[in-house]
């Protein structure tokens, strides 16, 4: 089957898609994005249920005080071009993290838990980092300020200043979109790198690598790029139809999973509008309706995660090449879930690929090649 379409290939109780409807752990998004926090989110995730007061108030001081990074982070990020690709800084970072963590080979639910953690918090602390050394700006010490929550540090520590409740929420409400989606090929990739018992950075590291491509975590930048190429409203219906013409991709439309719509871009569609109405500038909002209008009117394709994150991470002033890794910090919550589940009941997966090739060979010596 190609690309494994509808292949069921574990069972999970962290999230489910059914008739269009995304739940994590039972709870739908739709519930989720009004209510609650991305703690709540992380808590519910990790652990199967939500957290009472206490134990959200332990999360969040325990998320913020693991923050802190290993110095010698700060001089590997020093050491690469300003310019080089910033997901595979993360994920070179993610892996470097590795060497500073003595429970690495520890599997057991603790030292797991701990890990999970400390990754967590640790990721949103190297985005910002990876920001602000590429652009000659000493990185925040996540432990010199007290953060109310994980969407607030790391606005903070990427810009250097107390941000606006407004731009918390949002950002707070796109982790919570963000943070978990079944058996995506990111959270596949991290299932099967545990499955050989290796350790929780290996499988987050080929999470992220995951991540990066176009087809999945990446369209968000690619639909940026896109708004920047049309620039203006009356340039949409000409530009699509090229693309259309060429029977390119437009990016930010279409899901393997959701046929009649992604249940979460209803959500950022609205972010979006929120924010560009509250920056005074609507724009990017929209350009982005008019080609959800002409891509559903000529291809019936709708808008998935990534299409209305980009214009509210515009919005928010974060740099376009930062997107997917603001999506990879929100999905360390699911990816972290998911190998948890794993590690709790492994089996190795290794699944079989049936033969296409030649058969029978007889072997050429050199000389009649
Ligand atoms: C977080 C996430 O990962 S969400 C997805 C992010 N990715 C993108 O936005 C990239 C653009 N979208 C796509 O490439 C696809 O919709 C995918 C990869 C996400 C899912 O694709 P699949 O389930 O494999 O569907 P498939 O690629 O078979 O497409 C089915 C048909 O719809 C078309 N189609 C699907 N998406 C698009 C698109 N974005 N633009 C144009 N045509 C599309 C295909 O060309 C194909 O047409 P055909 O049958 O005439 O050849
Ligand atoms: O489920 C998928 O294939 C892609 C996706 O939307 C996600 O990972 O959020």
Redesign the pocket.
């Known amino acids: 089957m190609s690309?494994l379409?509808g292949v069921v290939a574990c069972e999970t109780s962290i999230c489910s898609i059914e008739e269009g409807i995304l739940r994590y752990r039972g709870y739908t998004i739709d519930d989720l994005a009004y209510k609650a926090s991305f703690e709540e989110i992380i808590y519910l995730l990790w652990y199967g249920r939500l957290p009472n007061r206490l134990e959200l108030i332990a999360l969040k001081q325990d998320l913020t005080e693991s923050a802190v990074l290993p110095p010698k982070i700060y001089d590997l990020l020093r050491l690469y071009a300003p310019w080089g690709n910033a997901m595979a800084k993360l994920r070179t970072c993610v892996s470097f993290l590795t060497h500073f963590d003595d429970e690495v080979m520890d599997h057991s639910f603790a030292a797991d838990h701990r890990k999970a953690v400390r990754i967590m918090a640790r990721m949103a602390a190297i985005v910002a980092a990876i920001e602000r050394i590429r652009t000659d700006l000493e990185p925040i010490e996540p432990d010199a300020i007290k953060f109310s929550s994980l969407a607030e540090m790391f606005l903070w520590l990427l810009k250097g200043e107390k941000p606006e409740p407004i731009a918390v929420k949002a950002m707070d409400l796109c982790l919570v979109l963000h943070a978990e989606?079944e058996l995506?090929a990111s959270t596949f990739a991290s299932r099967v790198t545990v499955s050989t018992m290796s350790d929780i950075y290996s499988g987050i590291v080929s999470a992220i690598g995951t991540l990066k491509g176009?087809?999945?975590?990446n369209?968000n930048e690619q639909v940026a790029n896109m708004l920047e190429e049309i620039g203006d409203i009356s340039r949409v219906e000409e530009y699509i139809a090229a693309k259309i013409a060429n029977q390119e991709?437009?990016?930010?439309?279409?899901?393997?999973v959701y046929k009649n719509g992604d249940p979460r871009a209803k959500h950022l569609k609205a972010l979006a509008k929120e924010l560009g109405e509250y920056s005074g500038d609507t724009r990017w909002y929209d350009m982005s309706e008019k080609i959800e209008q002409i891509v559903y009117e000529s291809?019936g394709?709708r808008p998935?995660?990534?299409f209305y994150s980009a214009s509210v991470y515009t919005y928010l002033g974060i740099p376009r090449d930062l997107f997917t890794l603001i999506f990879a910090t929100s999905r360390t919550s699911g990816w972290m879930a998911h190998i948890l589940e794993q590690h709790d009941n492994n089996k190795l997966i290794r699944p079989r690929a049936k033969y296409i090739g030649k058969k029978h060979q007889e072997w050429l010596p050199m000389e009649e090649r």
Do not use: E, P, S
């Open positions: 690309g379409t989606h995506n176009a087809l999945h975590g369209a991709r437009i990016m930010g439309f279409g899901h393997r291809k394709l998935n995660v990534d």
